[in-house]
């Protein structure tokens, strides 16, 4: 984020003790702050229950019909392995070492860590229709858990949050906007349990939220890898940088392993404006650290392009559409794109509506195999010059493609080999669209949406925007 909405903080070293410090001054037994009361539980797969208690105790979980022991390390720590189960719940889960724990109204479902900056941390108070979005809201399977914002110069074992909500007018203000209304879309088509973890600080970069593991996977980064053992870096007062590689990542995503969970949405870059092409190479170390972490490849990661919006610069916004565009070849993954619900005087877009139901159509359509839900609008796939026009043609056609507006295609610009880009004229034919110029009668070159303000009209049947392009690139 580049406003001043949300300034920017730096945190002490130490806010989250160790466990084994907590463990010299109290013996009971303990569970991480984010497994509370109202959580839910990834259905289908081995889920770990974990904690601290003495060295050398027996610690038993009951969840379900299920229970299972475990004996504490000489550091006092021990995990649990619950046995896959169906969605649905309520179930209670009982954790007996030194002292007992019980964790009542516990759901079966899918799982999602919603992360990034002030566009996912964005609230369902803030965006729009707000009132009514709570006044409405009775959804008991949706679950919300926030993580509080902790940087950390090393990966922590535990975060600070306020525990699991359950959906209600009385408690959905103060969720993830993005992160409510995909989880809605998805209890709704699913009818399971669906449990979001916001994990978000706005104005933060992409960098803090990467694992060392995730530089060491992208040659690009080679000099920040190389320099990975001075980072988190500090001031003189001994607070981190938040901004520093791995920090975020080490206090806010670090201590939810080994949590169970579906997958991740995301919404970041505003504040990695001007970073180009090498964004890409940070989604792939992002993404490939965070499957990583988690141990799995194929970790469904779903994010949002940028918004339209006035930046210094008109050219750096689609530089870093390029960039997130090209993360979709990396497997598992989908974008959403926001050129028709954006505000260009705004870089909080309030329509997190439709951001969350188009994250959903991705989720639905991939992960959950959905056939019937079409997940992109028309994808740039291939450009030929026919005499003094060139013909685009595009994938994910949902049924063909048309205007929001009924009118022409806009948008689109043309040039011819000395790079000078005109205004051009676009018509549907089929499945394809034929771009010319008058004044340009030998084209080369055609760009679609390519501007910080673009707000083009095209779309495909079933309403979802076209995707900015340039070929040849």
Not at 57 to 63: H, I, L, P
Not at 342 to 354: C, L, R, S, T
């Amino acid at each position: 984020m580049l406003s001043t909405r949300f300034p920017i903080a730096i945190a002490l070293v130490g806010l989250l003790s160790s466990a084994t410090i907590g463990l010299a001054q109290d013996v009971t037994t303990k569970l991480p702050a984010f497994l509370t009361d109202h959580m839910v539980l990834q259905r289908d797969v081995t889920n770990r229950i974990w904690g601290w208690d003495k060295p050398a105790t027996e610690v038993s979980v009951s969840a379900g019909a299920a229970t299972v022991r475990a004996t504490t390390n000489a550091e006092g720590q021990w995990s649990a392995q619950i046995p896959p189960m169906q969605s649905g719940g309520p179930i209670e889960i009982t954790v007996k070492g030194t002292t007992e724990i019980k964790l009542a109204d516990v759901l079966i479902g899918d799982v999602w860590v919603c992360s990034g900056q002030s566009n996912m941390e964005w609230s369902v108070a803030q965006s729009a229709n707000a009132q009514q979005e709570i006044a409405e809201c009775n959804v008991p399977q949706i679950r919300h858990c926030k993580i509080n914002h902790v940087p950390a110069d090393k990966p922590q074992s535990d975060v600070t949050s306020g525990g699991w909500k359950v959906a209600s007018k009385e408690t959905v203000g103060e969720f993830t906007a993005a992160g409510y209304f995909f989880a809605k879309n998805l209890q709704r088509e699913l009818n399971i349990p669906i449990g979001i973890i916001g994990s978000n600080w706005g104005g933060t970069r992409i960098e803090p939220w990467i694992p060392p593991s995730g530089f060491q996977q992208v040659p690009a980064l080679k000099e920040i890898t190389d320099k990975l053992g001075e980072y988190p870096t500090k001031n003189d007062k001994g607070e981190i940088d938040i901004g520093s590689p791995t920090a975020l990542y080490n206090g806010m995503i670090h201590p939810l392993l080994p949590f169970a969970i579906k997958g991740a949405i995301w919404y970041q870059g505003e504040s990695n404006m001007g970073d180009g092409m090498l964004y890409h190479e940070k989604m792939k170390a992002l993404i490939g650290g965070w499957r990583q972490a988690w141990n799995q490849p194929e970790l469904p990661f779903y994010f949002v392009q940028l918004a339209p919006y006035r930046y210094g610069d008109p050219q750096a916004l689609p530089a870093i559409w390029e960039a997130q565009l090209a993360s979709l070849s990396i497997p598992s993954t989908g974008m959403v794109v926001t050129t028709d619900i954006g505000n260009v005087a705004d870089i909080h877009p309030v329509n997190k509506q439709e951001v969350g139901r188009r994250l959903a159509l991705w989720a639905l359509a991939q992960t959950y195999g959905r056939t019937e839900f079409v997940s992109c609008g028309p994808l740039f796939r291939s450009a030929s010059v026919e005499g003094a026009t060139i013909r685009v043609q595009f994938d994910y056609l949902g049924g063909g493609l048309k205007t929001r507006d009924d009118q022409a295609p806009t948008g689109f610009e043309i040039a011819a080999v000395d790079g000078q880009f005109a205004p051009a004229e676009a018509k549907i034919d089929g499945d394809s669209l034929v771009v010319s110029a008058a004044q340009v009668t030998a084209p080369t070159h055609v760009r679609f949406a390519w501007n910080q303000e673009a707000n083009p009209n095209l779309m495909n049947v079933v309403g979802l925007p076209a995707v900015p392009f340039r070929w040849p690139k």
